[in-house]
């Protein structure tokens, strides 16, 4: 099993529309989660991170369920500016300097 | 900006012959890292550093060697290029356990 799994997508929605991102996680002993965006072409940003008892931005809400092992990202209104790869992220190590595992990324198009 | 950047930008060499890309940050952190990102494999940590003149194997290590003789320089050297190391290379940086990364290098080797 892959230690982080995304469906590469790609989500094609019309702007306006609410889109759901799920994200799987092999090691149960991770430590933190994070959700990061990537524009075509360019280097991956942080989004949001990810916490036990979920987390909203704006328009985006993250959740995690330990139990399950899955991180979600819930993006509301879709705009044509969401259009990039969501990268979901999972630091396995205990302390804030272990080394993230990503996923290979979700593609999202938001169409007019 | 966590002030990362990375020289050079796009590169096209040949095989068997030697590569540096440098990665120069400029708010002393402690945590670089390198990571090269392919279709189909996501990002995929080289080699990391945890301060000057230590450093550590990531996953796909073979191949690289890095250096970092200064806080602000992570180096990473290709001894000699093959095909199969073309590809994106980005470096980051760990700020309070999230990572923060320079615009990449685009490494072509034919």
């Known amino acids: 099993r892959k230690e982080v799994e995304q469906d590469p997508g790609p989500f094609n929605v019309p702007e306006g529309a609410t889109v759901a991102f799920n994200c799987t996680y092999s090691?149960?002993?991770?430590?933190?989660f994070f959700w990061y965006r990537q524009d075509c072409r360019k280097e991956p940003k942080l989004l949001m991170s990810?916490?036990?008892s979920g987390n909203e931005d704006g328009r985006f809400t993250a959740q995690l369920n330990r139990a399950s092992q899955y991180i979600s990202l819930l993006i509301r209104d879709s705009k044509l500016s969401d259009s990039a790869t969501y990268l979901c992220?999972?630091?396995?190590?205990?302390?804030?300097?272990?080394?993230?595992?990503f996923g290979k990324g979700t593609k999202l198009s938001v169409k007019p | 900006d966590a002030g990362i950047t990375q020289s050079p930008r796009h590169k096209v060499t040949e095989t068997g012959t030697p590569v540096t890309l440098r990665c120069h940050q400029t708010?002393?952190?402690?945590?670089m890292y390198w990571y090269r990102q392919d279709p189909g494999h996501g990002l995929r940590l080289i080699h990391y550093?945890?301060?000057?003149?230590?450093?550590d194997k990531g996953e796909v290590s073979d191949g690289y060697s890095v250096s970092r003789s200064k806080t602000e320089d992570f180096l990473l050297t290709l001894e000699s290029a093959t095909s199969s190391q073309t590809s994106v290379y980005f470096c980051?940086?760990?700020?309070?356990?999230?990572?923060?990364f320079g615009a990449g290098t685009r490494l072509s080797v034919l």
């Open positions: 980051a940086i760990s700020e309070g356990g999230l990572q923060y």
């Open positions: 090691n149960s002993a991770s430590q933190s």
């Open positions: 990810v916490y036990s």
């Open positions: 992220v999972v630091n396995p190590m205990r302390g804030s300097q272990g080394n993230l595992i």
């Open positions: 708010e002393n952190h402690r945590y």
């Open positions: 550093s945890y301060g000057v003149k230590d450093t």
